[in-house]
């Protein structure tokens, strides 16, 4: 089915491991975007995507790491965790006409210990 | 830069009755659009209705709309015939139209609804 998917949905891992988040989606969509969401601030964006290997910082983007090599994929890497890290994660795509709304994964929630 | 504020962090309706939530926001895009999205518990994201900033007329979808006061830059939502079902977190957001701002969604922090019976 068409969509945007995320993986893994549960995530827990150990402060300094490094972690992928992977995002898929089947509408190839222009631009990928990355939000963390956490009690209090809303969605803040980490990084996004305007096409492939075209990448750029959102609001808060120290401690992540995008990458994208195929329009359809964007994953997320947060290098060395921290518990400050520990939050929701959303992946989110957008079309080039621009004006319609953006439409989010799942989302995935990681936990560092 | 953007900025979207939500005053009211909680509040309650009851069952059948409307309910405005409070946005307001800052930008210097000359255009640009306003979302207001729904938080269930199950955590997904439902997008509830768009307005931009040079329509003529307020957006409705549904039993949403958006009331847009475009001078005192404000959009809040207006839920009418609450359900039980409409209990949830409700973020505003805004993206402008400009080379910098392009596709970028910035969120408020968001009002937790909870309809009672």
């Known amino acids: 089915d068409a969509g945007i998917t995320q993986s893994p949905r549960y995530k827990i891992t150990e402060t300094g491991r490094q972690v992928t988040l992977m995002c898929h989606q089947t509408?190839?969509?222009?631009?990928m975007f990355w939000y963390r969401q956490d009690l209090g601030h809303g969605l803040r964006l980490i990084y996004y995507?305007?096409?492939?290997?075209?990448?750029d910082k959102g609001e808060v983007p120290d401690g992540y790491v995008v990458s994208r090599s195929k329009t359809e994929n964007f994953p997320l890497t947060l290098e060395s965790a921290t518990r400050s890290q520990t939050s929701v994660y959303f992946c989110?795509?957008?079309?080039?006409?621009?004006?319609?709304?953006?439409?989010f994964g799942e989302g995935s929630r990681l936990t560092v210990l | 830069a953007q900025k979207i504020t939500q005053t009211q962090p909680g509040m309650f309706v009851q069952e059948k009755e409307a309910v405005t939530l409070d946005c307001t926001y800052d930008?210097?895009?000359?255009?640009?659009?306003l979302f207001w999205y729904k938080q269930p518990s199950s955590g997904e994201m439902i997008f509830l209705i768009y307005?931009?900033?040079?329509?003529?007329q307020n957006a409705t979808e549904g039993r949403y709309s958006l009331n847009f006061q475009k001078a005192r830059k404000s959009a809040n939502l207006v839920i009418s015939a609450s359900q039980l079902g409409d209990s949830a977190m409700y973020f505003c957001?805004?993206?402008?139209?400009?080379?910098?701002?392009?596709?970028?969604?910035?969120f408020g922090a968001g009002t937790q609804v909870v309809v009672t019976p």
């Open positions: 989110a795509s957008i079309g080039l006409a621009g004006v319609e709304e953006l439409f």
């Open positions: 509408w190839s969509h222009s631009y």
């Open positions: 995507s305007a096409a492939a290997d075209i990448t």
């Open positions: 930008t210097s895009d000359p255009s640009y659009g």
């Open positions: 307005q931009g900033s040079y329509d003529q």
């Open positions: 957001a805004m993206r402008g139209f400009t080379t910098d701002s392009w596709g970028k969604l910035q």
